[in-house]
């Protein structure tokens, strides 16, 4: 048995490779892919050669990126955490053969796994199966967003994510999925207000077609326009959090010029290059600003016992069924073979083509 995988053998060279399918054993089970989304931020990383880890060594005792050897070196085969699923194949009572599930494995035609050490998310049934690419990792990243805005607020007293986020100003700074996705849980979880900017014309028509209310920040000064708007006190005006999903420089400033004094910004984002245009002798400065960075590999402090990994995929899955639809619509922008995904991973890192959320059929 073979599986095809996509790697990136090289920056900007991107193959569909064979490899020998890893065989059964006790306590394990066999998946075949049914649908293996693109995350274009970190994945297209790899294809341009931006990626830290295929620069320097990371070390994760220190927590600090060091000089050496690349810590994932070309060929990259394991990349991607947008995968669901069908068993075809069970030695483990913990899966059952026919069980649809997301997972985190990379772009490939099948995987075994131990449930003991790689997470099997069940789909519900009412779920479209397509749309549980965003189970497994990416929807956890934008429910851990509101948890760590909950947790600035709340410290490890957070309940719920609406804590982050009830009738609260909310601002999101990226219009891309992540962004999308963040926006949606903060207005489901009763933000006073959600204001999406982003610069892209596509990208804000996406967000509207998902009822969310948009700004451009290339039109006015959007921190103006939000800070006239949002008033709390004499000298207090602005968003009471931003959710910063924009991985560049200009969009965490913005991000900082939007804040109320002391606020937070939550940060998604994956830089890729430097920051000098983050002007921290500025708002940052005097008008004590925090910025936060909430990545999927911690949550806050004190709330990783009752803030696990499931608990944000079943919030994602709750996020999936109130919105689904319009999600499936608006924010899926592309559904290609499994066969084209080297032609399109160059494409897109090139800048050739261009999609809000690519997902892979097999």
């Given at each position: 048995m073979r599986d095809r995988v996509v790697a990136v053998t090289a920056p900007g060279r991107v193959e569909l490779v064979e490899q020998d399918a890893a065989p059964l054993t006790e306590g394990t089970f066999r998946v075949e892919t049914l649908y293996s989304g693109v995350s274009a931020g970190t994945e297209l990383s790899f294809v341009k050669g931006t990626n830290p880890y295929l620069n320097g060594?990371?070390?994760?005792?220190?927590?600090?990126f060091q000089p050496g050897e690349a810590s994932t070196p070309y060929p990259v085969?394991?990349?991607?955490?947008?995968?669901?699923?069908?068993?075809?194949?069970?030695?483990?009572?913990?899966v059952a053969v026919g069980a649809v599930g997301a997972m985190t494995y990379g772009h490939r035609t099948g995987h075994v796994a131990d449930p003991l050490t790689e997470r099997f998310v069940p789909l519900p049934e009412d779920l479209d199966p397509l749309l549980g690419v965003y189970v497994a990792q990416l929807g956890p990243i934008c429910a851990n967003g509101l948890l760590h805005a909950a947790a600035d607020l709340h410290g490890a007293g957070v309940r719920s994510l609406a804590d982050g986020v009830r009738g609260r100003r909310v601002a999101v700074v990226g219009a891309g999925v992540?962004?999308?996705?963040?926006?949606?849980?903060?207005?489901?979880?009763?933000?006073?207000?959600?204001v999406v900017l982003d610069p892209t014309p596509q990208r804000r028509a996406a967000a509207e077609a998902l009822g969310l209310a948009v700004l451009d920040p290339a039109v006015d000064d959007p921190a103006v326009v939000l800070k006239s708007r949002w008033a709390h006190a004499a000298g207090d005006r602005g968003a009471d959090v931003v959710f910063q999903c924009r991985g560049q420089a200009w969009a965490l400033q913005l991000a900082l010029r939007l804040l109320r004094p002391q606020g937070v910004v939550i940060d998604l984002a994956f830089y890729q290059a430097g920051a000098d245009a983050v002007r921290l002798g500025e708002e940052f400065h005097h008008n004590g600003l925090s910025v936060c960075c909430a990545q999927i590999g911690r949550v806050p402090r004190g709330l990783a016992s009752t803030w696990d990994r499931e608990?944000?995929?079943?919030?994602?899955?709750?996020?999936?069924?109130?919105y689904g639809?319009?999600?499936?619509?608006?924010?899926?922008s592309a559904v290609v073979p499994f066969e084209e995904a080297p032609t399109l991973l160059t494409a897109?890192?090139?800048?050739?083509?261009?999609?809000?959320?690519?997902?892979?059929?097999?």
């Open positions: 060594t990371w070390n994760p005792g220190l927590g600090l085969t394991r990349f991607g955490y947008m995968q669901v699923g069908r068993v075809v194949e069970s030695s483990t009572p913990a992540v962004a999308l996705l963040t926006a949606l849980f903060a207005t489901r979880h009763g933000a006073a207000s959600v608990r944000l995929s079943a919030e994602t899955i709750d996020l999936l069924r109130a639809r319009a999600v499936r619509a608006h924010l899926v897109l890192a090139e800048r050739r083509r261009q999609e809000l959320q690519v997902v892979l059929t097999c």
